[in-house]
């Protein structure tokens, strides 16, 4: 994150060159060329104080002193600003071009982000998925040896594209003659392979980051010669990233406490690709991983609506947070990255450019052709969402009313800041992320349907591989074996809430998924 050595980002940076040519009559002077009028744009500071006081709605049973506070503006910039430095693709090792390791041996560090060189909007843009392919870490979880080792991919199942390359990460080079693996860059954990091996950038991604956790543990755990020891440091280990000391004996830090060491590794692996622990969450309540394509549609960001989307300095905001800033918040007495904050010239940051970049980046992102054609099917569901209701709080053409559902056992107060977008009734879905997590709210976002031919698992912590899954009556029932997440322990249990659609005949439940594939 931002403590440590200084980590260098890498990433691809294009430049986009219009040359504009007049034409002249036969035997004239041609008119020079013409360079296109530099586009200046107007970037807000990301870390804004008084943007950051209003940035979040209030957590739902945090009493006022509990209730989040950021670092000041002050220290945000005297943290260091980071260089992005060029990037490679990695290939899956059978499928990498001959003599291509090799090359990039070969290879000087060159900078791939420089806000000097970039004219036009359209050069921010591309700039801006230079960011968006820069890594947090190198050689961290993962090193060159593993993704270079045929054998890894069967053990780790991550998925590979159709070009023979892993898009999750990629290769940079800070020293010539040395190759290391960037990790943890936006791209890691919203790019989606497709079951054809066509790759999606920005999607719900289906990096299976909680397994490969899994499988590191679990070699911890066959390596340990003091497995009481271990199993203290995968406890304390757990207090930064998802502690919430508020919540009693709720606060996940608490219930890991409680596990056993083969309990504590198994639940990373009851974690499904495309469902992530997030700092903020915890294994008890992970967080469905989002789709950022449409972002600019949307009026909150993270499950719970914890963070308001006014405007791109909000999207800044929030990748800030969410690149390691967010360790540095405190909870009254409770600061996740320890009481002492660290010198701010010893980390790093990305600059004011880069994160603007990267918001106009996602909010370019469209989504790739739909391969679900409109048909009589198609639209016999379009008239079974018409009548059931759906478009009430699914409301095109963003399919969502971005609106805020309260779970049952929170009663938000009349006075809450965002009251005008609070729908006064739960649809009764499992309440455990909106309630007892760092990012409680005491409500769910009602999310956009847009898309969804392409995403899974779903629900808030995708404890449903699919929509026929969603749809089908029997997740209800207390002995339903989720198809997706089914809690760290594993056990079966009904999926609840959201009962819309459960009563259709099976027709027209057919033809209601055949119009949301179209979406």
């Not at 940035?55 to 503006?73: C, G, R, T, W, Y």
């Not at 591309?126 to 080792?149: K, S």
């Not at 990748?319 to 800033?325: E, V």
């Not at 929170?410 to 455990?432: C, E, K, L, R, Y």
């Amino acid at each position: 994150m931002f403590c440590g050595s200084r980590g260098l980002g890498f990433g691809r940076w294009v430049l986009f060159i219009v040359v504009v040519t007049l034409l002249g009559s036969t035997g004239s002077a041609q008119s020079p060329q013409v360079s296109p009028a530099v586009w200046k744009p107007e970037i807000p500071r990301t870390w804004d104080d008084a943007a950051l006081a209003s940035l979040e709605i209030p957590l739902a049973l945090a009493d006022a002193n509990s209730q989040p506070k950021h670092v000041d503006s002050g220290y945000y910039y005297r943290i260091v600003e980071k260089q992005i430095y060029k990037s490679y693709p990695v290939y899956h090792p059978d499928r990498e071009p001959p003599g291509y390791f090799d090359q990039l041996l070969q290879r000087e560090p060159e900078i791939a982000f420089d806000p000097t060189r970039l004219k036009t909007k359209e050069d921010w843009i591309a700039a801006g998925e230079v960011v968006f392919d820069a890594a947090l870490v190198f050689d961290a979880l993962l090193t060159v040896d593993d993704v270079r080792n045929r054998d890894w991919y069967g053990v780790s199942t991550v998925p590979v594209a159709a070009d023979g390359t892993v898009p999750f990460f990629r290769y940079f080079i800070l020293e010539k003659g040395k190759v290391a693996l960037g990790e943890f860059s936006c791209g890691t954990c919203h790019t989606r392979v497709l079951p054809d091996g066509k790759t999606i950038k920005g999607a719900q991604g289906n990096y299976p980051i909680a397994h490969l956790d899994a499988l590191s543990a679990r070699g911890r755990v066959n390596r340990t010669k003091d497995p009481v020891k271990l199993l203290t440091r995968f406890h304390e280990g757990a207090k930064a990233p998802f502690g919430a000391p508020w919540l009693g004996a709720n606060d996940p830090a608490v219930r890991y406490a409680q596990l056993s060491l083969d309990e504590t590794v198994e639940a990373d692996a009851a974690i499904p690709a495309g469902v992530q622990p997030r700092f903020g969450t915890s294994a008890f309540h992970p967080a469905q991983v989002p789709d950022l394509i449409g972002i600019a549609e949307r009026r909150y960001l993270d499950r719970t609506g914890h963070v308001r989307h006014r405007d791109v300095g909000d999207v800044m905001r929030y990748a800030a947070l969410n690149q390691g800033l967010g360790f540095f918040d405190s909870f009254g007495d409770f600061r996740p990255a320890g009481s002492e904050l660290p010198d701010p010239t010893t980390m790093e940051r990305y600059s004011d450019e880069m994160l603007y970049a990267l918001g106009l980046y996602l909010y370019s992102l469209q989504p790739p052709p739909n391969p679900h054609p409109f048909d009589a099917a198609a639209a016999r569901g379009a008239v079974v969402f018409e009548n059931e209701g759906c478009w009430r709080c699914h409301t095109p053409p963003a399919y969502t009313s971005n609106r805020l559902t309260p779970v049952e056992g929170f009663t938000p107060p009349p006075n809450h800041p965002q009251a005008a977008d609070i729908i006064p009734d739960s649809v009764g879905t499992d309440p455990g992320l909106a309630l007892y997590t760092r990012r409680g709210t005491g409500f769910y976002k009602v999310p956009s349907l847009k898309g969804v031919w392409y995403r899974g698992p779903f629900q808030h912590s995708g404890q449903v591989a699919t929509l026929e899954d969603w749809f089908d009556p029997r997740r209800l029932e207390p002995d339903y074996v989720p198809t997706g997440f089914r809690g760290p322990l594993g056990k079966p249990g009904p999926v609840k809430g959201h009962p819309f659609g459960l009563k259709l005949t099976a027709e027209d439940r057919r033809a209601l998924i055949a119009f949301l594939k179209t979406l």
